[in-house]
């Protein structure tokens, strides 16, 4: 049996979405900017796409949702934009994000930081959200950009936006989000929520890869980060990417249908997969379950080292990530189980299950028998686990 | 960075099959009580080291004949990675059956080799590399405790880089024998830098005492104050002919030019009531070395001091220090 509970990381592209798209690859295949058939008979796929993406986000028509290659791509855009437009020659000098985001906020504001721009960076509580009162305190006259995930990625915990945008629009700072990971796991309302950006990408949501958005409110203006022609009315250059726009713009509406859909059991299987793993001993999930995206768990298991649990699961067709350092290229320990704080031993032992609705039942009964003959064995060989006798001064 | 680099390797691609085989079927692990030993008439040694906080514990269970001071039985239990319990599982293996002394002996690159499928192919990838050092760390800790001396007795030198075990002596040697300035050529020369990276600067998988970023630094700055008190030496020794005036510093060049001019040039302006100072010495972008001056008394407004006076100050300089000096008078 192979088990895919990693969706946090990517997508399996839905088959309605891929048949959507298929003819864009082979048929209608023409540039849309061109003046012939080829090109035009694109355009009705495009204006839909684009239609299905500001209903999935519920954004104004005089909002821009400007499709880029990915969600890097669009926090790079963000990020350095704002030096471009509001901090360099601008009174303006300081930048507010948090410990935990993703490595496209973190790395962009340490270059920012080469340039002279100030950075804070929030750390969170131990639940792993940022507490709005800190975020006030950090804003000054000179902060430009307030830049703050939706959701993270390794805890699936929902920061709150509605709150910090609040915060920002009494301060008049700009606001970004990086949605990620909030954009078809949970509603996402912009006419209801004041958001100035917002970045997105197809496939966390059963989109195509290379493929994913920023939203501009009202249009505002931005230096664009690729310059060129005329694409995307001159905002993002590059020749458009037809069959991933068309992808994105059906995925998202999918997922919508999904998540509203009283049929949808992605939450039902990632409470009964929490609260098997919760019957284990010694063991620690992260934040309440109404408080996190429904298909996430991120789980302590003592004893268990990450990267020995994802192995053994590997083993057994499942697959699943982890918050090791030990399994990350560098062996550098992981932001949000530092931020979190609480446990240290959290940075080593924890193991990341991430659902979607493609996930079944028996998929979840499988998972459960194999995690606990994994956590079985590894407990055995773990000297977490192991006799001294009792002259023997414990240096563990 | 190149097209292998592109996109990378899996880690676990990486790992020997010996070491995958291993980390699912690790042989020795287990415990040996103190009840078993007993029995056996044998000593228990228990050892740990490291702490699931930083990623990798092991303790680890010797049966010991003191009589002979035979390692008789192994065991060890392991939390961490794959790699840990593999390279634990190897230490263990390697231990067997040898007196505690040749059991101090075995460092993690044995271990790391015993767990090679050939021998030109590395078992784990370099970020792996450490957590055999674990192994290494955690018998000195069971020969510290079985012979009851302190675990620093073992190592008799400082060890920056634990993964390749290269000392703080060679890095400092290989940087000055070869006139290292970077941090990638240390780790060329030596590997040290080339696994895990703790090594390198701050911030790395754990804190280190040593870094390769600030002996490189502290070991150039060495090489510097070396090379300028060597051209003071030189300098006192009456050598200076055979060092080049070009290389001196500032200050050098100007002892050196006001020696020249104290014995051979001011007693001639004096005898004429003249005399001059030095104003200043620059390195000109032309590549010659501009000597700035300032006639004092009777030298002063004589028009011999910008011609036949001026010409012989000048060839004096250029043949007692260097060709390229050119004298200017303001």
Not at chain 2, 212 to 236: F, H, N, P
């Amino acid at each position: 049996m192979r088990v895919y509970l990693d969706n946090n990381a990517t997508t399996i592209i839905d088959p309605k979405v891929f048949a959507k798209m298929k003819p864009y690859f082979i048929q209608e295949y023409g540039n849309p900017n061109s003046l012939h058939d080829f090109g035009t008979k694109t355009h009705v796929a495009l204006k839909k796409a684009m239609n299905q993406l500001y209903i999935g986000l519920n954004a104004d028509d005089k909002d821009d949702i400007v499709i880029t290659s990915c969600a890097t791509e669009s926090n790079n855009w963000i990020l350095k934009s704002i030096y471009y437009d509001h901090i360099l020659n601008c009174k303006k000098n300081h930048i507010i994000t948090t410990k935990v985001e993703h490595p496209s906020v973190i790395s962009t504001c340490k270059f920012l930081e080469t340039l002279g721009v100030e950075v804070t960076y929030l750390p969170v509580n131990k639940k792993g959200i940022i507490e709005t009162h800190v975020l006030e305190s950090h804003i000054t006259d000179k902060t430009a950009l307030v830049s703050i995930m939706w959701v993270n990625n390794q805890t699936g915990m929902i920061f709150p936006i509605k709150e910090i945008s609040q915060i920002c629009k009494k301060a008049n700072v700009l606001f970004h989000s990086d949605a990620v990971q909030a954009v078809g796991k949970i509603p996402i309302n912009l006419k209801e929520i004041d958001i100035d950006f917002l970045s997105f990408s197809a496939h966390k949501f059963h989109g195509p890869k290379g493929v994913g958005g920023l939203f501009i409110k009202n249009s505002q203006a931005l230096t664009p980060l690729l310059h060129g022609g005329e694409h995307m009315g001159g905002r993002r250059s590059g020749t458009l990417n037809v069959p991933g726009i068309i992808g994105m713009g059906e995925a998202l509406e999918l997922s919508i249908e999904n998540f509203n859909s009283k049929n949808s059991n992605i939450k039902k299987l990632r409470d009964t997969l929490e609260d098997e793993i919760l019957k284990l001993d010694d063991v620690f999930v992260v934040g309440d379950k109404n408080e996190r995206t429904p298909n996430t768990i991120l789980v302590s298991l003592k004893g268990v080292e990450g990267e020995a649990m994802i192995w053994d699961l590997n083993k057994n067709g499942i697959a699943a990530s982890t918050g090791s350092a030990c399994a990350s290229e560098f062996l550098e320990s992981n932001s949000v189980m530092d931020a979190i704080g609480a446990e240290k031993n959290l940075a080593h032992t924890a193991l990341r299950l991430s659902l979607s609705h493609f996930t079944t039942k028996e998929e979840i009964d499988y998972t459960v028998k194999k995690l606990n003959s994994a956590v079985k064995r590894l407990r055995a060989i773990s000297s977490t686990y192991s006799y001294a006798p009792n002259w023997h001064e414990s240096k563990l | 960075m190149a097209k292998n680099d592109l996109i990378g390797d899996s880690i676990w691609e990486q790992y020997s099959k010996k070491v995958q085989d291993l980390m699912n079927n690790p042989e020795n692990m287990g415990e040996i009580t103190e009840e078993e030993t007993q029995k056996k008439g044998l000593k228990l040694v228990v050892a740990d080291f490291g702490a699931e906080s930083c990623g990798d514990a092991v303790r680890l269970y010797w049966a010991v004949d003191e009589k002979t001071d035979t390692i008789k039985d192994v065991k060890f239990k392991s939390f961490g990675c794959g790699t840990a319990i593999a390279s634990s599982d190897t230490m263990a293996k390697l231990c067997k059956n040898k007196t505690v002394d040749e059991a101090v002996k075995i460092t993690n690159i044995d271990v790391e080799f015993a767990m090679r499928d050939n021998p030109d192919t590395p078992a784990v990838p370099p970020q792996k590399m450490h957590c055999s050092v674990m192994a290494y760390d955690v018998i000195k800790a069971a020969a510290a405790s079985y012979k009851g001396v302190d675990i620093d007795s073992f190592e008799n030198e400082i060890i920056v880089c634990e993964c390749a075990r290269v000392s703080l002596g060679t890095i400092k040697e290989v940087i000055k024998i070869n006139d290292l300035n970077t941090v990638e050529e240390i780790t060329s020369y030596t590997k040290a830098g080339a696994f895990c990276k703790s090594c390198i600067k701050p911030g790395g998988h754990e804190e280190k005492k040593y870094y390769l970023v600030d002996i490189l630094r502290d070991t150039r700055k060495e090489m510097k104050i070396k090379k300028m008190s060597d051209l003071a030496d030189a300098r006192i020794l009456k050598k200076s002919s055979e060092l080049s005036f070009d290389d001196f510093t500032v200050v050098q060049k100007l002892k050196a030019v006001e020696d020249v001019i104290d014995k051979d040039i001011r007693p001639m302006l004096i005898m004429d009531g003249g005399n001059l100072e030095i104003l200043d010495i620059k390195d000109s972008d032309d590549g010659s070395i501009d000597i700035y001056i300032r006639y004092l008394g009777a030298c002063s407004g004589c028009a011999s001091s910008s011609t036949g006076t001026l010409f012989s100050i000048e060839s004096i300089l250029q043949e007692n220090c260097s060709k390229k000096i050119r004298v200017l008078p303001i």
